[in-house]
């Protein structure tokens, strides 16, 4: 009987650098949240501004996890290297004397919308499942292996376009967004290749064999799942069928 | 019968904040690492030039364990305004940017005891025992309350005066001692104290039971046995009796 030749790699096959790469980018191309239902009503502007409002105060539960997780990956990290690049992470979010940082930036946000900044920073109104799986998100990169870790910040490849048709999209069909409240997508624009690029390259570096590859693509389906987890709860409780847990935020009517 | 007054607070009673800080100094006196034996000898000029080397490759494992205790802490801080200032120390141990940081600064020392760069940073030729112990520490920080987790880099209270008694004790004693390599110690002297103040602040204001305040001490306890017992395992295996473990650093002849 004659052998077999697979048309595709073998399962236990090391990728190619570009192979690898494309396995992570098909991970966007199927399900990064800017196919969801949620962001085509939020960019197309056909959200009322509470339900904009449920949207800033529960993304800012994710923008406070996010510098926590990344002190959680540096708490692993033995090379000072690795270490002294991935700080600015922090510096971004947190800031850095003067630059008030990323958080800061979606405080603007929040306070353009009206929303009390004490009541956002508390996180009472976030819907908890908005929590849980934040969290989730930190304790993954606490407790992966560091190249798993890294890659699943990899969805950063992806962002710039959603942020781009995010600033345009809500600055052209909210009258309530404003230039000034866009600050932090711009900011972004220029941070998340850089860092993108940093942790890809890392990546490829790192992974050494297929099964390491297959938890890096692994882990950035795992983090286009934390994403988009965030917009289905808010759908559920904010759109359809609009059920909003005890506790949380309740638009103004 | 009549009640019997008690000359000390209760063990339930809130310290007056002059009191707990009293305790944790108190811890200082009793058990900080300038009173062991071994530094007796380091600062004294009574070790060899390979003793010395020992301590030095040994500490350096405590040196590279210390930012990735502050960013485990770190990754467990909810408040902005904590991480923005607590981040200096990581700044401080692996630098930023141009600034080389306090692990450099380590290294320009154990080259200038004539070690291998790789060698030390491998840290093959620690103790065993040197890391199991650094590692408890950043363990305890990552998992112990956050104020506890504080207190337990209070022993940066006890640290300016062994420095100045370092500093000029391994300089007066040691030929193969200059000052270039004397750098570390020297920046500490301001950094430690500004950390110290901070933190001393900060377990005053948020230890608010007596229980809290009692692990503070504790924490404190804990702190001068991690860097106690890295010295009690530098004198087994180098001075008395001479003990060196399988695999660790063995001086040259």
Chains 1, 2 share one sequence.
Not at 48 to 69: D, G, T
Not at 222 to 233: M, N, R, S
Request: glycine content about 6%; overall charge neutral; charged content about 25%.
């Amino acid at each position: 009987m004659n052998e077999i030749k697979p048309l595709r790699p073998a399962a236990d096959e090391l990728l190619s650098a570009d192979a690898f790469e494309a396995a992570i980018r098909a991970v966007g191309t199927e399900r990064y949240h800017d196919k969801h239902a949620f962001h085509k009503l939020l960019h197309g502007g056909k959200l009322s501004k509470a339900q904009v409002q449920a949207w800033a105060l529960n993304r800012y539960c994710y923008q406070e996890a996010v510098p926590r997780k990344d002190a959680a990956f540096m708490s692993r990290v033995h090379d000072r290297e690795l270490r002294r690049a991935w700080i600015s992470r922090i510096h971004d979010h947190d800031g850095l004397g003067d630059e008030p940082g990323g958080i800061e930036r979606w405080l603007i946000l929040t306070d353009g919308l009206g929303l009390d900044r004490e009541y956002v920073t508390s996180m009472r109104g976030a819907l908890p499942a908005t929590r849980h799986i934040v969290e989730s998100y930190v304790r993954f990169v606490r407790e992966q292996p560091l190249v798993v870790a890294v890659a699943s910040s990899l969805t950063e490849l992806f962002a710039p376009s959603i942020h781009r048709e995010r600033i345009a999209g809500m600055l052209e069909n909210y009258a309530f967004i404003g230039d000034d409240v866009m600050a932090y997508f711009k900011r972004r624009l220029t941070q998340a290749p850089r860092d993108a690029e940093f942790a890809l390259a890392y990546v490829k570096a790192n992974a050494k064999t297929r099964a390491e590859q297959d938890a890096c693509v692994a882990a950035v389906r795992f983090k286009c799942d934390v994403l988009w987890a965030q917009l289905d709860v808010l759908n559920h409780a904010y759109v359809t069928p609009g059920l909003i847990p005890p506790g949380a935020f309740v638009p103004a009517p």
